[in-house]
């Protein structure tokens, strides 16, 4: 069974070990495949407004998401969110329930609606479960993500008001 | 008759007073109303790749725009600019000429698109301005933007393929 929580400090070792293999892959985020692990640890925590993961009974991390503004002031109504699963623990509806995790946050939050600004093209899985999870594709940007083995592919952007 | 040229340090106090009212108006950037001078400095200068000028015979900012990547590494290659033009420069084509101007500008720096992420829907000059650069509407955001005296307007995503 996993639990859902605000992260902690003593959790970045494990979601660093998360977090490379999916960088390192090069084919879902746009940070370099080699990022350092200071700077996946700025991007992942420390410019974002919360970060959350998800974690085994043993505390072991299997996933996590973030969420943060995704415009500034007259925009910051709109969140953004971010979510990765470790290897290990693909294929068991985690990316779902840290989506539904993520709504419920991002209400609580005051934010009105959540936008992906660059879902690859080629990441059905993902754009799969975004869309049973109410998210509209509301926009295709052509060749916007340089994939390591495909090239320029699509990138797509998902939208949901939170409210109605 | 405008030149268009790099942002020089000398440019800062007559671009702030070109800003503050554009930002004061508060229908077409997300930045607050009330954005100070080194927040505003910090925004349209000091986080971006490029800025530049649009001055006057007499180095008068009629103009300005920047220019960054839109995405890290595997998105880098598309970039994203925001233009402004001072109140008393409106209606003589000079966002036009600043568009083309950075779309020059953006293949000389390498970029392969050019993506404008939350042009207001109801900034239908802008949008008529960008669409004849061949620019597309690739995104509709509704309710993404909070406008001073309509409330949540839906905001565009447009963008442009610099090579083909």
Same mark, same amino acid.
């Given at each position: 069974m996993h639990t859902i929580r605000s992260f902690r400090e003593h959790d970045w070792p494990g979601l660093w070990d998360l977090?490379?293999?999916?960088?390192?892959?090069?084919d879902t985020y746009p940070y370099s495949p080699t990022i350092s692990e200071d700077e996946a640890r700025r991007e992942?925590?420390?410019?974002?407004r919360a970060a959350y993961v998800a974690v085994d009974s043993s505390e072991r991390v299997l996933g996590s998401?973030? *969420? &943060?503004?995704?415009?500034?002031?007259?925009?910051?109504?709109?969140?953004n969110c971010?979510? !990765?699963?470790?290897?290990?623990?693909?294929g068991q509806g985690l990316g779902t329930r840290m989506c539904e995790?993520?709504?419920a946050e991002a209400?609580?939050?005051g934010y009105r609606c959540m936008q992906?600004?660059?879902?690859?093209?080629?990441?059905?899985?993902? *754009? &799969?479960?975004?869309?049973?999870?109410g998210f509209a594709i509301t926009?295709?940007?052509?060749? !916007?993500?340089?994939?390591?083995?495909?090239?320029y592919v699509d990138a797509l952007i998902m939208y949901k008001q939170l409210e109605t």
């Open positions: 977090l490379r293999p999916v960088f390192a892959a090069g992942w925590i420390d410019t974002k998401y973030y *969420i &943060k503004d995704n415009q500034p002031t007259l925009g910051a109504h709109v969140c971010g979510y !990765a699963v470790s290897e290990a623990a693909r995790h993520s709504q209400r609580r939050l992906y600004n660059l879902v690859v093209a080629t990441n059905t899985v993902a *754009i &799969k479960t975004w869309e049973n999870q926009g295709t940007l052509p060749g !916007a993500f340089r994939h390591p083995t495909l090239g």
